[in-house]
């Protein structure tokens, strides 16, 4: 459950995590859990005034060989409007949240509010060091009540590369095909998803063809040569 929401209501709120390899826990504080561990939303909406929020994640994909991007399906709740969402997050994007300000509730009935620059401690709580039981315990007190970060990953483009309703995707497969076509490159990318059973249609696999924006290719005119061909045939008496 989202705390962040607890006061208006029971909500799911996908989120990614962060933890240093090197984590051992503190020393005295934290012993038995991480010391670094930071999390953040992960943001799959339509844009708008009131953006439309698909905030459940089911499946998430990352082409082989490719280390910067990585691919998600997300669906809304199943007590509201049913409807999925294929979102792209940049791991620079996850960086930058991770080094963005901390959330916190000061109260039970206060709301989310993000922590004043001048109140964080030095080291930067969830930053990496060598020996993490050696992080003093104003660090290790602090990451332990604000393990939130303020803001959220926004996905690429500033909104869903592909989006349906009445159909829940469940898993997601990526695959990007290169070609040309009159000695001009393109480039595509094809999500492949699965669905669940719901009333109308079972589940199948989709495709879907996705180039994002300012990449798409025009061909330029290509002159055509017309050929002829004669064909021959030998019949039986």
């Not at 996908?14 to 020393?27: H, I, L």
């Not at 995707?169 to 480039?187: M, N, P, S, Y």
């Not at 669940?196 to 696999?205: A, E, I, K, N, T």
Request: glycine residues 6%; aromatic residues 14%.
């Amino acid at each position: 459950m989202a705390v962040e929401y607890i006061n208006c209501g029971k909500s799911v709120y996908s989120r990614v995590a962060r933890v240093c390899k090197k984590d051992t826990g503190g020393k005295n504080i934290l012993s038995q859990n991480w010391a670094t561990y930071l999390k953040a939303r992960l943001n799959c909406s339509i844009p708008g005034e009131f953006p439309f929020y698909f905030d459940e994640i089911q499946s998430i994909y990352k082409i082989p060989g490719e280390g910067r991007k990585f691919y998600g399906v997300f669906t809304t709740s199943l007590s509201g409007l049913m409807g999925s969402a294929i979102c792209s997050f940049d791991i620079d994007d996850i960086q930058a949240a991770f080094k963005g300000k901390f959330k916190e509730q000061a109260t039970s009935s206060s709301a989310w509010l993000p922590v004043l620059s001048s109140r964080v401690p030095e080291p930067r709580p969830g930053q990496c060091v060598n020996d993490t039981e050696t992080l003093p315990d104003t660090v290790l007190n602090f990451i332990r009540s604000h393990p939130l970060m303020d803001s959220a990953v926004d996905h690429e483009y500033g909104r869903p590369a592909y989006y349906k309703r009445d159909v829940l995707f469940t898993h997601i497969v990526v695959d990007r095909l290169k070609f040309k076509i009159f000695g001009t490159e393109l480039e595509y990318l094809v999500f492949y998803t699965g669905t669940s059973m719901y009333p109308r249609v079972p589940g199948v696999l989709h495709r879907h063809d996705y180039v994002p924006p300012c990449s798409w290719c025009y061909t330029p005119a290509q002159v055509c040569t017309t050929v002829f061909l004669v064909l021959y045939t030998g019949t039986s008496m």
